[in-house]
């Protein structure tokens, strides 16, 4: 069993520090590159403005509603155990 676990360990280590090593930038540039204005549809906007904030509330709204649907779900199933 130990030498499972110690297998599995240096499996994960292996293939998560090889991920780490496609996500690391060119030895000569400093931060990500400068975005560019001519993108295809799905890009930025032309203008620089990135809308983030347009329906903050609403997700909100939407994470309490599934905050209080798994409290119920989790209550109800703890009164039926008990």
């Known amino acids: 069993m130990r030498s499972q676990i ?12 090889g991920v780490q090593l496609f996500a690391q930038s060119n030895s000569g540039s400093k931060g990500p590159p ?3 204005s001519n993108r295809t549809p ?3 906007p ?16 939407a994470g309490l509603i599934l905050g209080v649907y798994y409290f119920y779900r989790v209550r109800a199933t703890a009164k039926k155990v008990a």
Request: no cysteine; charged share 10%; proline share 9%.
């Open 46 to 61: 032309v203008d620089g403005m990135i809308p983030i904030d347009d329906n903050i509330l609403i997700l909100l709204l």
């Open 34 to 36: 400068v975005p560019d």
């Open 6 to 17: 110690v297998l599995i360990i240096t499996l994960a280590n292996t293939l998560f520090n």
């Open 42 to 44: 799905g890009g930025p």
